[in-house]
């Protein structure tokens, strides 16, 4: 009964459904969803394998395990689990952009709708972004594209949603916890493009196996791009250009982000966009403009010549690799959280290479320092806050204090962004402090 589930809630009572809201948790710990359900009258019975019974279909919010036994059980009475999303399907109208991978899928969702309006198509962004995709059908126009992020959660449920323009990024191990094997992973993204049909297209990453393989799956057209080698046609980059079909669109200087890996996700938006009907030019235009996202290695502020930035985004290794090889050194990198079952010895090279101190928080310090051994000096700092303070007291003039923490919130905050306000908010006070 988060934002989805409550979105659910209310997309199903204005279609004339008997609703019932289930969650884990009592309804004193779900902050606003108390206040929700009863001014909708609907009533909430705490989860139990009896409160799934003497229904006609479950709806799953992103955050709960497809395969949880009492969903299981349900399955086996005959009744239909089905996802936030692929309720969806044939209810939002408009045509779809849907846009996955395991890392980049949050810039390249926001920096698609923005080149779409910019370019005076008619849009709406949401998803795993932000809206709720069962609260974006109401605002659905048959004019109208809607540009929504799909993770992997979002996406194994799924059995009609269809994308005409499917987009992914990269597959990187992620959510194994929740995915067990790196295998269910890749297969509940491969989703997105088994439900295709000829006349959608594909946007795939030619460098990355798993997308080189639903390339094989879709049966929409496909529209490939590449950081490494020249792709015609398709979309790629050299050190200075992006290009289309061998031809020049845009300089890498003018794109507003930071990072190589920031290179890909605006060719993969520039790829879908194109598809939907935008000029090359509006395209560079558009780039040009972008303001970023909050959160994905996020300028926060310079205090006392020692750069802070905001990369709280960064929920698994892969996004944490891609974030260091954004800065040229001198960093101190807060890492820690929730683990999600993930290899943190793979950033032992640049850590070695890149930083001056890894400060660890949460739950998965003891694992991470495990994992790094010597290749970094480890300070156990314990909470976010104290990790702060404590890379701000040693941090010289030309450092950057970085928050890429590698792993997920929840065992300290509700979700990756209020990690990154309380970032922002304690670097703001060492400012004040400073300044006093």
């Not at 108390?34 to 799934?52: D, K």
């Not at 987009?167 to 993204?189: G, I, Q, S, W």
């Not at 235009?285 to 802070?308: K, Q």
């Amino acid at each position: 009964m988060g934002q989805s589930g409550l979105a659910v809630v209310e997309f199903l009572l204005s279609r004339g459904a008997k609703v019932r809201a289930i969650d884990s948790k009592p309804l004193s710990e779900l902050n606003e969803a108390g206040t929700v359900l009863a001014r909708l009258g609907v009533p909430f019975e705490p989860q139990s394998a009896a409160a799934f019974e003497g229904v006609d279909a479950i709806v799953i919010s992103p955050g709960v395990p497809s395969d949880l036994p009492e969903l299981e059980a349900a399955r086996r009475r005959g009744t239909r689990v089905l996802g936030e999303v692929e309720l969806t399907a044939g209810f939002l109208q408009g045509r779809t952009i849907g846009i996955t991978g395991a890392n980049g899928k949050t810039t390249t969702t926001a920096l698609t709708g923005h080149i779409l309006r910019e370019s005076g198509i008619p849009v709406q962004v949401g998803g795993n972004i932000g809206t709720p995709v069962t609260a974006m059908i109401a605002t659905s126009r048959t004019e109208q594209w809607n540009v929504i992020e799909l993770s992997s959660f979002q996406l194994e449920t799924i059995e009609c949603f269809r994308a005409d323009i499917a987009v992914c990024l990269n597959v990187t191990p992620d959510h194994l916890d929740r995915h067990h094997t790196f295998e269910n992973y890749v297969n509940a993204k491969a989703r997105l493009f088994e439900t295709q049909t000829e006349g959608d297209f594909a946007v795939l990453n030619a460098d990355d196996a798993s997308c080189v393989e639903y390339g094989r799956r879709s049966r929409g057209q496909k529209i490939w791009f590449s950081t490494k080698r020249a792709i015609s046609p398709g979309f790629y980059a050299d050190f200075e250009r992006l290009y289309c079909d061998g031809a020049p669109f845009m300089a890498i200087a003018d794109i507003p982000l930071r990072g190589r890996h920031n290179v890909e996700n605006t060719l993969a938006a520039a790829g879908a966009a194109h598809m939907a009907g935008v000029p090359l030019e509006a395209i560079a235009a558009a780039v040009r403009t972008f303001p970023g996202v909050e959160h994905r290695i996020e300028y926060v502020r310079t205090i006392g010549g020692v750069d802070f930035y905001n990369d709280s985004k960064a929920t698994n290794v892969d996004a944490t690799v891609k974030s260091i090889e954004a800065f040229p050194g001198r960093l101190w990198i807060i890492l820690g959280g929730k683990d999600k079952g993930s290899d943190y010895t793979v950033l032992q090279p640049l850590l070695r290479e890149k930083a001056r101190a890894a400060l660890l928080i949460g739950a998965a310090a003891p694992k991470i320092a495990e994992h790094l051994g010597d290749s970094v000096r480890l300070i156990f700092a314990g909470t976010l806050e104290a990790a702060v303070r404590e890379a701000w007291s040693e941090a010289e003039p030309g450092d950057t204090v970085l928050l890429a923490p590698a792993c997920a919130s929840f065992d300290q905050f509700d979700n990756y962004e209020h990690r990154g306000r309380v970032f922002k908010e304690t670097v703001m006070r060492l400012e004040e402090r400073k300044a006093s």
